[in-house]
């Protein structure tokens, strides 16, 4: 069964940046297609980024474009979120996620237990 464990989470200050990890155990790391997604209190999640398989393919929700890159790392079984220029609406708890099934633009199956990122204006 595969798991994921986020870090990286914190606080930050409008305009600054964080980078998040998740680390990727229990399967073949470069059999399942991975993402972020993100809840902010009162708010249902709303996807961040997705990567494919192959780590070619990517696709980011409209609200982080150009602000934020997902990449994979196949020799530390890692997904890293790069988050740049940090507004206060980019705040919530952030969720790795991964499926071994369909492509990176479908459903999600396994997710992590989050790391939460907090932005002060």
């Known amino acids: 069964q595969a798991q994921l464990v986020e870090s990286g989470g914190g606080l930050v200050q409008a305009g600054g940046s964080l980078r998040l990890s998740c680390a990727f155990s229990?399967?073949?790391?470069?059999?399942?297609?991975m993402g972020w997604f993100r809840q902010a209190p009162g708010k249902e999640r709303e996807i961040v980024a997705t990567?494919?398989?192959?780590?070619?393919?990517?696709y980011y929700g409209d609200s982080v474009k150009g602000r934020i890159t997902i990449s994979r790392d196949y020799a530390k079984n890692t997904v890293l979120l790069q988050m740049n220029s940090l507004k206060p609406n980019d705040m919530g708890v952030y969720y790795c996620?991964?499926?071994?099934?369909?492509?990176?633009?479908?459903?999600?199956?396994?997710w992590g237990q989050g790391t939460e990122v907090t932005v002060s204006s």
């Open positions: 996620a991964a499926e071994p099934r369909g492509d990176f633009l479908g459903s999600y199956g396994v």
């Open positions: 229990g399967g073949t790391f470069s059999n399942y297609v």
């Open positions: 990567i494919s398989r192959s780590g070619v393919s990517s």
